[in-house]
């Protein structure tokens, strides 16, 4: 997929900015706190509907004004999609494509994959189970749009569970309908919980052969799925909500005194290991680094291998990050896919990249050099 323009106007700090970027490297640059990652905070959004950083949609709004525009134009397999996000304060986000509103946000998912890449993502391996399912969902939505309605419907329903479970204390009378919400949650967990598996499946195969070559053969890492209960590899998904629902029964004395639902993809984990050891746990800091570098890299590869097509690849402050060697590896792989990157300066990139490179100097919200 390629981003051909975009137009961004009262986004953050850009009133009105309008560029057209080279299908193959885009160099954002200038001094700190300008402008950069909030260009590739709008084309993230575009991708997946929401911000990387924010989920309040009133926070991207320029200081002082009341809306803000994003348009984004991008081709993929030779069509050309014309994405517009715009957001009045206190109303909901609207989304058009091709000028058709969208009624769900969910439909906008596939139109433009994306994949973020910054120093944060280190957060991956050293963060708590929130980042690993944040990491994993955003990928999954963003390739099977049937996820990512899943996701809504079950947060919805753990939260229909879990306001009748801390109602039983006082009304135990309404223990009967327990069992409704306990179906409809298995039925969307189980969904669920296939796709996590297959998707961590997949990117640890994929993450392997990567980190072979990036470790100079002497590391082998693996990013394993920890659903919340016991599941095998070829459980299949009539079994995996079976054995949620039991284990919901199982666990209901314990829920209603808690107040919450204390099993169930919610509390899902992924476990990132090094030589069959935890990174999080044993893992040196350049060990961590490397670790999300291949599995970034992966992610690239997992949404081709899924979708048939390239996402961009939006690269915020990494490579001043990465030593030399990372650096040329990341560079080797992504030979096929349109990279935007944002950094303080420009000169090594100019010395470095000579061909199809467009470059963007950001000064307070605006554009002030091109090529
Ligand atoms: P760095 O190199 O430090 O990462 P950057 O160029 O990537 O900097 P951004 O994060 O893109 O910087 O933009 C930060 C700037 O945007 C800050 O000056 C901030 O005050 C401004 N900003 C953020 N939100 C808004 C908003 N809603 N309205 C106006 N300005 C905003
Ligand atoms: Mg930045």
Aim: aromatic share 8%.
């Amino acid at each position: 997929m390629i981003v051909k323009s975009l137009g961004l106007k009262n986004f953050r700090n850009h009133s009105d900015t309008g560029i057209l970027f080279s299908d193959r490297f885009n160099i954002i640059y200038g001094d700190n706190g300008q402008g950069k990652t909030n260009i590739l905070e709008a084309i993230y959004l575009c991708a997946s509907g929401r911000s990387h950083r924010t989920s309040k949609d009133s926070e991207l709004i320029k200081f002082g004004c009341d809306s803000y525009s994003i348009n984004n134009l991008v081709k993929s397999t030779g069509l050309d999609k014309d994405i517009n996000i715009s957001y009045l304060a206190d109303q909901k986000k609207q989304i058009k494509i091709n000028e058709i509103p969208l009624t769900k946000i969910g439909a906008l998912m596939g139109n433009l994959y994306a994949v973020l890449f910054s120093p944060e993502d280190l957060f991956i391996v050293k963060q708590g189970p929130t980042e690993r399912r944040r990491f994993a969902d955003i990928t999954l939505s963003q390739i099977k749009p049937s996820y990512f309605y899943n996701l809504q419907l079950m947060s919805k329903i753990l939260k229909q569970r879990n306001m009748l479970l801390k109602s039983l204390t006082d009304n135990s009378s309404l223990i009967d309908t327990i069992d409704i919400w306990n179906i409809k949650l298995a039925e969307v967990a189980a969904s669920i919980i296939v796709a996590r598996r297959a998707f961590a499946g997949l990117l640890s195969r994929l993450a392997q052969n990567q980190h072979k070559y990036l470790s100079g053969e002497r590391e082998i890492i693996s990013f394993d799925y920890d659903c919340s209960f016991q599941i095998s590899e070829d459980t299949k998904r009539e079994e995996v909500k079976e054995n949620y629902l039991k284990i919901l029964e199982k666990t209901l004395s314990r829920d209603i005194s808690i107040g919450y639902t204390s099993v169930g993809p919610h509390r899902d984990d992924y476990d990132i290991k090094i030589n069959g050891k935890s990174l999080k746990t044993y893992g040196s800091q350049g060990q961590q680094r490397s670790a999300v570098l291949s599995l970034k890299i992966s992610e690239i590869e997992l949404i081709n291998m899924e979708t048939g097509d390239y996402p961009v690849l939006l690269l915020d402050d990494v490579m001043s990050e990465l030593d030399e060697n990372r650096q040329k590896y990341l560079m080797q792989s992504i030979d096929k896919v349109q990279t935007f990157i944002t950094c303080t300066s420009d000169m090594k990139f100019r010395n470095t990249l000579v061909s199809d490179s467009n470059y963007y100097k950001v000064v307070e919200g605006q554009i002030v050099d091109g090529l």
